[in-house]
């Protein structure tokens, strides 16, 4: 009898928990699909998130009281204001596609000479401190936290071929990353580029030069002699049993290229003179 008590006074336990989560579901107004990997913001807290794959992302209302005010965002959509007033179990949010050209056409000049460049850094050892690029746990793991290169290029119009990233290893099972260009002042990344969409992901197994093959893309760089090449985190997916992980890189001083770097969106860049093994090749239109 008591055995039979104690599992009813758990079970219902968890259950009070439980309704204590809110699931957004977040998916495109016009064709109902889920949105991957859309932004949640928190203002009141200055937090930011990362849906999953699939558009959803839970909100512990434990820790984040109702009434909530929440902000959803993604590239190429209109962003939307909601304030979630009681704790139901799934909230759905359906997010317009902005009205704006997200990337224009662009045709390279006919009489232009093509040259192929490399920028950024191609050395992936030699003399460089090798340490925790990234440490990951429950509390960040879903923060959207970004981290990239400000690189020098020319100012010619430049074709993306392939991003070259070394990794010297990672401590986690899984994690999802999306590579986005952005301009740069003050050495600090500042306007998004336009550009069709980079996801990727790496594994426990990844380890030396991770190469991403672009040139179906038609991702075209322009007007600027430097940009930032922001990597920033979808999904991080610990081992069993785990509930943190690391990235290690081979990380050095810097002369030029320089490591730039945030938390979530209320946080400002932090840039300084440090690099990691990261280059990009391109057409260059000269």
Not at 104 to 133: D, F, H
Not at 176 to 192: A, C, D, G, M, S
Not at 261 to 273: K, T, V
């Amino acid at each position: 009898m008591k055995n039979t008590l104690l599992l009813f006074v758990c079970t219902l336990v968890t259950q009070i928990i439980t309704a204590q989560n809110i699931n957004l579901q977040i998916s495109d107004s016009e064709t109902k699909e889920p949105i991957d990997f859309a932004i949640v913001l928190l203002p009141d807290h200055k937090k930011s998130f990362v849906s999953n794959e699939k558009g959803i992302f839970m909100i512990d209302t434990n820790k984040y009281k109702l009434p909530l005010k929440v902000i959803v965002e993604q590239f190429g959509f209109e962003l939307q204001e909601i304030t979630l007033q009681n704790a139901t179990s799934v909230y759905n949010i359906f997010l317009n596609p902005a009205t704006e050209v997200l990337q224009e056409l662009i045709i390279p000049p006919a009489n232009a000479k093509i040259k192929e460049r490399t920028y950024g850094r191609t050395n992936e050892g030699s003399g460089n401190i090798q340490g925790q690029m990234n440490r990951f746990d429950n509390e960040n793991k879903d923060s959207g936290s970004e981290f990239g290169l400000i690189i020098k290029t020319n100012d010619h119009l430049k074709r993306l071929k392939k991003v070259h990233w070394h990794i010297n290893g990672i401590t986690f099972k899984r994690a999802i990353f999306n590579l986005q260009f952005y301009e740069v002042e003050n050495n600090k990344p500042t306007k998004r580029i336009p550009h069709s969409e980079i996801n990727f992901s790496i594994n426990e197994n990844q380890k030396g030069w991770l190469v991403l093959n672009t040139e179906n893309k038609d991702i075209y760089l322009d007007g600027t002699k430097k940009i930032a090449a922001i990597l920033k985190v979808q999904k991080i997916e610990f081992r069993k049993g785990e509930n943190e992980g690391n990235l290690l890189m081979n990380v050095g001083a810097a002369t030029s290229n320089i490591i730039t770097l945030r938390s979530n969106i209320y946080e400002g860049w932090e840039s300084g003179p440090m690099n990691y093994p990261f280059y990009i090749t391109v057409d260059s239109y000269e």
